[in-house]
């Protein structure tokens, strides 16, 4: 039996198996396949399975790239990941493989359309944000919040997290927060500009989606390794309180970096771009899921929170 046999073999296989049990795994594992065939539309078809299974955008990620011991080469991961895009599944973690993969290719015309800051990042003032009681936001986050050392499944470092934000809470301050995260998240979505062209963010816009909230709480050594929202198509900061560090000091302490993560060999250079945020209570930042983003431990026996907030698609025969 040649490759190309066991290949379809063992496509054939993963398929009864889904049909006996469907299983998030299955279903990446056939998408995985599909794709070494180059049989886009039904890799695509099978992702979409595996999201409404549960699957979320790590595992695409591994779809494309391949096992961390021996990843495909950066053509194979760009082919692998346009064959998504073009079948229709646009996912972050979709669209980050392809921008590594072209920044390895030394395709920088692909990097700054992917990476397009002008059209995509926003960073302003959010004035229905200061009409929240922030200082007791930020009370009321600190009242109960939940620890986190080196998890391996998050970016976050030593810091802890305030995650009971939602539209349904008791709390009426996070209720009201949680409405003005969803202004943020439809008046983004609605200044997004107009493209002929079928990008894959503005392609992949929602049409239905959810908000998914959590509060940050740094101090001294807290900090967020560098990291995407794979399973987002959006991602928002909206800074509640900033360490007086921040508007004092030359050396960003306290900021927000969005930009290229330090592991691309080669270094993408200009093509793909950063921007340092000096937080401000009421401070909006918004951009792609896709966009590497990051903190660093201030140093300083100071406060800094903010809520970090994700646009999440859903089907549309899911209730909001």
Known sequence: MNDESRLAACISLLEEAARRRPAVDVYHNLARLRLDQGDGPAAARACVRAVSLGGDGVNVGHIIAGPAANPHPPAVRAKRARLLIESGFISSAVISELARASVSLGDGAVVRALLDYERF????????????????????????????????????????????????????????????????????????????????????????????????????????????????????VLYITSPVSASQSADRIGWLRVGPPGDLMPPPGPDWEERWIQPAPGLLVMFPAYFTHETFPMGLNEERICVAFDIVPRPLDTPA
């Open 121 to 236: 990042f926003r960073c302003r003032t959010f004035e229905p944000a200061l009409r929240l009681p922030l200082r007791r936001i930020a009370d009321i986050f600190l009242e109960s919040p939940a620890w986190y050392g080196e998890p391996a499944d998050r970016a976050i470092r030593h810091a802890s997290r305030f995650d009971a934000i939602g539209a349904a809470s008791e709390v009426p301050e996070i209720s009201a927060l949680y409405g003005v995260l969803r202004h943020a998240a439809d008046d983004f979505i609605a200044n997004l500009d107009p493209d002929p062209g079928g990008h894959p963010f503005t392609a992949s816009a929602p049409p239905a989606f959810t908000i998914e909230a959590w509060g940050v709480i740094s101090g001294q050594g807290g900090y967020h390794r560098p990291h995407i929202h794979p399973s987002a198509w959006a991602t928002g």
